[in-house]
């Protein structure tokens, strides 16, 4: 475990933290006058390797030698030119700092970071962090990577959970959730129940990778929620007609793809990052990573009955009750996510791949 510490004074800044991934949804704006929770769990740090934040620079102005070290393959509208490494925890593990008042800038609801830091060290006052908790962005707090420094501290983190472990825990996330807005009919907030935005986000970076793993060909992924969630924007952005690339869920607990399988859709692992890869070398080299959340909900649903069971619950029944209402809306994926994921790939400097990109730059309104 680490604790963060100011690099001016050396003064705590932070709670013991275990490191984990850095969540698909981190950057994330979703909806408008939305109230999006706390993107970090207690007691967890994830760091971002690539610049992000303040101050910005338009593509025009980034020499196309710089964008290839930087692994970006097409065009963005704007690019960060931050310090890379930041690292991203819970507002409640922060101690030592105080709001610096004229960066306390926001779109809305509240603090954006737009202005660059915005909390300092409360014992030498060096900018240290940047609060976010305006509307439609994840509340989260992220430290300035050339600000504070990392430091060991005696508590030991357990081993990574394996696989097996991981499924038997069961954490899922559900592709359901009730949505918090503000500005209802008195003013104040109202929800209502939604695809969740962290399943947006991780079908974004899913498509993606589909996408360049079709090798321009018509792509077909397993009944059900996999296929409301992917074969709609498949269809739409891939030829019809065969030949047909088959895009299976594979992962712990599942039985080994077949042979003919093209595209395996696997998880990534919470903890250490690992992407999921078959014992097999038999197996095709095409994984389509998904958060295990997300792909663990889709390997193994969570059963609802159809009808109230009578007399007493049986001890192995899992369900709401009554369920979680169904959204009326379509999925659609996040955008940003999306764009974001598919500029980093080397597919895309691939003609068909970027006639897609630019496609749903046009047309996005119809796919997301």
Sequence with gaps: MFVFVCAGCGAELTAPLSQVVLPVHAHQKYGNAIQLPVLMEPGTFAVEPEPWGPPWRRWEEIDPDELAARGIYAPVH????????????????????????????????????????????????????????DCSLWQAVW??????????????????????????????T??????????????????????????????????????????????????????????????????????????????????????DADILIVPVHPQTGETWAPSSPAVPAHPVPLPFGVWLWLAFPEPHLPAPASGVMPGDVLRDDPPAPHPGSLFRLDPGVFWHTVVRLPAVRSRWLREILETTHRTHTRLF
Aim: glycine share 12%; net charge negative; aromatic share 6%.
């Design 174 to 259: 559900p592709p359901f959730e009730p949505i918090t807005a503000w500005g209802g009919p008195r003013m104040g907030s109202y929800h209502w129940w939604s695809w969740s935005p962290r399943w947006e986000a991780a079908a974004g970076r899913a498509l993606a990778h589909l996408l360049a793993a079709s090798e321009g060909r018509p792509v077909t992924v397993p009944d059900g929620l996999t296929e409301e969630v992917f074969q709609r924007v498949l269809d739409i952005l891939l030829p019809a007609g065969p030949p047909v690339r088959r895009a299976v869920l594979a992962g712990p607990g599942l039985p080994l793809p077949d042979a």
């Design 143 to 172: 430290l300035a990577p050339d600000a504070v420094r990392r430091r060991p501290v005696d508590a030991a983190d357990a081993a990574p959970l394996s696989w097996a472990e991981l499924v038997a825990e069961g954490r899922s």
């Design 78 to 133: 704007i690019l960060s030119d931050g310090t890379p490494g930041a690292v991203v925890i819970a507002p409640g593990d922060v101690r030592g700092t105080v709001l610096i008042p004229e960066k306390c800038g926001g779109y809305c609801c509240g603090l954006d970071g737009a202005d660059g830091p915005n909390l300092a060290c409360e014992t030498c006052d060096l900018p240290v962090a940047s609060r976010i908790d």
